[in-house]
């Protein structure tokens, strides 16, 4: 790939590359490679030894000048306590919480109320698995982590540790994740759990290199900690399990690959085959399907009994939004349309599923309130209010 002008930037020698669809053949001037002979004599060493110590920069497209630092390294270890803060960028621990809390979502909605120790269990455990899965997919794809802008200051990419004890944690983490669902949680759960780890770190991490279909095991796997909360409070998958599973599947492919459209500079560089690569209108397409197929499904979701019939009138305006933000990318796909789409899927399911509380709520409601009436308490109330009330001569 020595000399090709990529659409988005140089390719330089050595960076592999997944889309040849990219490039043009425009020569591009080969780096000088003299340049740190005929200059090193202006190089402040110790100044240089000092910004190495503040960060080591790997950004493969540095400048000449930037890229001298690279050859001079020396040894990090990581304090004790420091770990902690690298174990939470290990794990992705803002993308753990969001994983945490649609486990939670699917904890709350299920009609049976679930123990406090099943509450305390699910979110400890899927914590700890959810972890152990982003950990160890960061530490096999560190080499190409460092290829990409939004990845390359991340933990394995630094050698902040070392990758055995990367894996460690991971396998520490993914096994006392699984027995805590277990223990605390069900069978159920607890296989959920550990299907998550393997199908997140040793499928979909694997898979991401050679074919776009991990954009849907991506997604399966993304779909499964509702289910692993409804579990926890029932022991038990039905349909309201599935409905729930099913807002956050179709959810991630708008999500993603908005996100993915305006970053697949990066994807490119790093070798990932995506669809925002390989074929820009498909990644457009099946954003605008998924996003379509959320109108039927929450329309339905009150015949599962976990929302009031209300939510689907509210549910469709919402989906509707999402799905006109969705045909405007398709329709002109550029990084303006695909930061509109992405900025609001991520406050399309803390407003979904606040719709989702209040129906639930107000069902609950209506639901006692009709209890109260079939067992003849309001007749019994009312024929004792008649009678209290004094008469007249």
Known sequence: SSGI?????????????????????????????????????????????????????????QSAKESLTSIYWEERTAKPRQLIGIYLQLSKSRLTTLVVLTALAGFAFNPVSGSWAALAGVSTGTFLCSGAANACNQVMEAPFDAQMDRCKQRVMVRHLITPLHGITFSAVAGSLGTLVLYHMCNPLTAALGAANILLYAGVYTTMKRYTIANTWLGSIVGAIPPAMGWAAASGTLNTGALAMCGIIYFWQFPHFNALSYNIRQDYCRAGYHMMSVVDVGLNARVSLRNTAALIPLCAVIPFTGISHCSFSFYSILVNAYFTYLAWNFYRTPDKQTARELFRFSLVYLPILFGFLAIGYAFKERTGSDARHHQEGAYMQELFVSSTDQPTTS
């Open 5 to 61: 002008n990529a659409e988005y930037g140089v390719v330089t020698r050595g960076q592999p590359t997944c889309c040849c669809l990219l490039f043009s053949t425009k020569p591009v001037k080969k780096p000088d490679i003299t340049y740190r002979a005929r200059h090193h004599h202006d190089i402040n060493i110790s100044k240089i030894l000092k910004q190495i110590k503040e960060d080591v920069k790997v950004n493969p497209e």
